[in-house]
């Protein structure tokens, strides 16, 4: 989970988000992909819910580099279609040029029946 430092800008938000992670977790299953990885700050939480946690994120990071799959969020993923039990992207697609390519993208790796939770720091 994101550290809550009460002091910084962005404290509200990442406590509303280690919340709905907490929330939806009856829905993390199976496979799991986590486009804008970045440090994987929900690792520890997830992972123990599912049979793989797949970070993807780009190679031109600012953070340290965690990802499992490098890709480009603004194009076409390098994955499989039909592979994801469960699809998250937490506070990612207010960075991308283009957020339906993404949405697109997550949509097509999802298997029939998966979950998909998208967070952005204004929804």
């Not at 697109?104 to 939770?117: H, Q, V």
């Amino acid at each position: 989970m994101f550290p809550i430092q009460y002091h910084a800008h962005n404290w509200l938000i990442r406590k509303i988000n280690n919340g709905n992670v907490v929330k939806n977790q009856p829905l993390y299953k199976g496979k799991l992909y986590d486009l804008g990885c970045g440090t994987k700050p929900y690792y520890d939480f997830i992972a123990p819910c599912v049979s793989q946690y797949i970070g993807v994120d780009w190679g031109n990071t600012l953070h340290e580099q965690t990802m499992d799959v490098i890709a480009d969020l603004n194009r076409p993923l390098p994955l499989p279609s039909n592979d994801a039990d469960t699809v998250v992207c937490f506070q990612t697609l207010e960075h991308l040029c283009e957020p339906q390519q993404l949405l697109d993208e997550a949509y097509r790796i999802l298997k029939p029946n998966g979950k998909i939770l998208l967070t952005v720091p204004f929804f």
